[in-house]
T-cell receptor, first 113, second 116 residues
Framework: DAGITQSPRYKITETGRQVTLMCHQTWSHSYMFWYRQDLGHGLRLIYYSAAADITDKGEVPDGYVVSRSKTENFPLTLESATRSQTSVYFC????????????FGSGTRLTVV | AQKVTQAQTEISVVEKEDVTLDCVYETRDTTYYLFWYKQPPSGELVFLIRRNSFDEQNEISGRYSWNFQKSTSSFNFTITASQVVDSAVYFCALSEASAAGNKLTFGGGTRVLVKP
């Protein structure tokens, strides 16, 4: 199906484990983003990418790694998960022009125990 | 740096009442875009409106209306005759034309609870 999909939808992991959240979009949008949503903080930008092989840090990048070898995929890896990374993670994409807005995935609820 | 403030953390109303959500933003850019998103209890983010900085015309869409005032850096959202289905968290967001990577900055959100 066309759109932006995130997987898994829910994930429980243990402290110290590596976990990867997947994001896939079918529009060939140039820009992709990862946000985390926490109570009281709204959505905060973790990393973003302007194109394949171009990524940059957002507001809260510590503890996360991203890659973008293909335009359509933008995985987010927690190298050594901590309880403070328990959150809802949203992936988004947008075209070059902001006139087309942003499209968000359904989110991944991650719990680190 | 761009910033978005939604001072109201939670608003509770009775069905059919009007509710206004405040959004104040800060930017040095002359070209920027403002957005409102709705997040219902199911958790997804639903796009409601996008407005660029050169278009100050207010907009109405059904029971929703938006008041954009550059003079006060505000982009307020009103739900008229609220319904239980309007219960959700609403986010205001800003994207500056000069911001690298088309970044979108969100406010903290306002939770709206509409009671029957």
């Amino acid at each position: 199906d066309a759109g932006i999909t995130q997987s898994p939808r829910y994930k429980i992991t243990e402290t110290g484990r590596q976990v990867t959240l997947m994001c896939h979009q079918t529009w060939s949008h140039s820009y992709m983003f990862w946000y985390r949503q926490d109570l009281g903080h709204g959505l905060r930008l973790i990393y973003y990418s302007a194109a394949a092989d171009i990524t940059d840090k957002g507001e809260v990048p510590d503890g996360y790694v991203v890659s973008r070898s293909k335009t359509e995929n933008f995985p987010l890896t927690l190298e050594s998960a901590t309880r403070s990374q328990t959150s809802v993670y949203f992936c988004a994409s947008s075209e070059n022009s902001r006139d087309y807005g942003y499209t968000f995935g359904s989110g991944t609820r991650l719990t680190v125990v | 740096a761009q910033k978005v403030t939604q001072a109201q953390t939670e608003i509770s109303v009775v069905e059919k009442e009007d509710v206004t959500l405040d959004c104040v933003y800060e930017t040095r850019d002359t070209t920027y875009y403002l957005f409102w998103y709705k997040q219902p209890p199911s958790g997804e983010l639903v796009f409601l409106i996008r407005r660029n900085s050169f278009d100050e015309q207010n907009e109405i869409s059904g029971r929703y209306s938006w008041n954009f005032q550059k003079s006060t850096s505000s982009f307020n959202f009103t739900i008229t005759a609220s319904q239980v289905v309007d219960s959700a968290v609403y986010f205001c967001a800003l994207s500056e034309a000069s911001a690298a990577g088309n970044k979108l900055t969100f406010g903290g959100g306002t939770r709206v609870l509409v009671k029957p």
